[in-house]
T-cell receptor, first 113, second 113 residues
Framework: KQEVTQIPAALSVPEGENLVLNCSFT??????LQWFRQDPGKGLTSLLL?????REQTSGRLNASLDKSSGRSTLYIAASQPGDSATYLC????????????FGKGTKLSVKP | GAVVSQHPSRVICKSGTSVKIECRSL??????MFWYRQFPKQSLMLMAT?????????EQGVEKDKFLINHASLTLSTLTVTSAHPEDSSFYIC?????????FGPGTRLTVL
């Protein structure tokens, strides 16, 4: 069964810290992997998309890495800000260009001012 | 990035009524759309895959006669929750793919009294 696991489930850090969110997946034959942000009661905001052939993607203070062989991805957030507080979801696509996403349960991040 | 809209954003209805949720891709054509459901403190779970011009494919445990999906055009998919009950109260999110990336709608919060 293809599963996506995110650790930790919740994380609280002081403002300014660098932090890492972890995502692991059971089947390494992925098509791509996406990181999303979800604010309470809201939809999803796509942060980074990593294709299976890529090792990492960067956008501003965010960096996502992908290691297919070990079934892991990390989302690195530099110099965290209170506005980064949200739930971060990792999702894996196994089905190709028309494939659905399998989501982890998310990491709820709280950045304290 | 591409934009996906959902309507309504929030709906409250009485038990036994039917509710229709629309998902539109605003600036691209989507041959495939997905419907996800998210219960409180849980991750998104795929309900069904909606293919333009053909019947939707439902995930195991999702009743196709209860959750009617119509994908009449390349930019519109609808989900109708028939005879809704309180246990159907959830956050419903659609996504559409442009064959490279999935783009998510803002979600619809359904509350069945």
């Amino acid at each position: 069964k293809q599963e996506v696991t995110q650790i930790p489930a919740a994380l609280s850090v002081p403002e300014g810290e660098n932090l890492v969110l972890n995502c692991s997946f059971t089947d390494s034959a992925i098509y791509n992997l996406q990181w999303f942000r979800q604010d309470p009661g809201k939809g999803l905001t796509s942060l980074l998309l990593i294709q299976s052939s890529q090792r990492e993607q960067t956008s501003g203070r965010l960096n996502a890495s992908l290691d297919k062989s070990s079934g892991r991805s990390t989302l690195y957030i530099a110099a965290s800000q209170p506005g980064d507080s949200a739930t971060y979801l990792c999702a894996v696509n196994y089905g190709g260009s028309q494939g659905n996403l399998i989501f982890g349960k998310g990491t709820k991040l709280s950045v304290k001012p | 990035g591409a934009v996906v809209s959902q309507h309504p954003s929030r709906v409250i209805c009485k038990s036994g009524t039917s509710v229709k949720i629309e998902c539109r891709s605003l600036d691209f054509q989507a041959t495939t759309m997905f419907w996800y459901r998210q219960f409180p403190k849980q991750s998104l779970m795929l309900m069904a895959t909606s293919n333009e011009g053909s019947k939707a494919t439902y995930e195991q445990g999702v009743e196709k006669d209860k959750f009617l999906i119509n994908h009449a055009s390349l930019t519109l998919s609808t989900l109708t929750v028939t005879s809704a009950h309180p246990e159907d109260s959830s956050f419903y999110i659609c996504s559409a793919t442009n064959s490279v990336e999935q783009f998510f709608g803002p979600g619809t919060r359904l509350t069945v009294l």
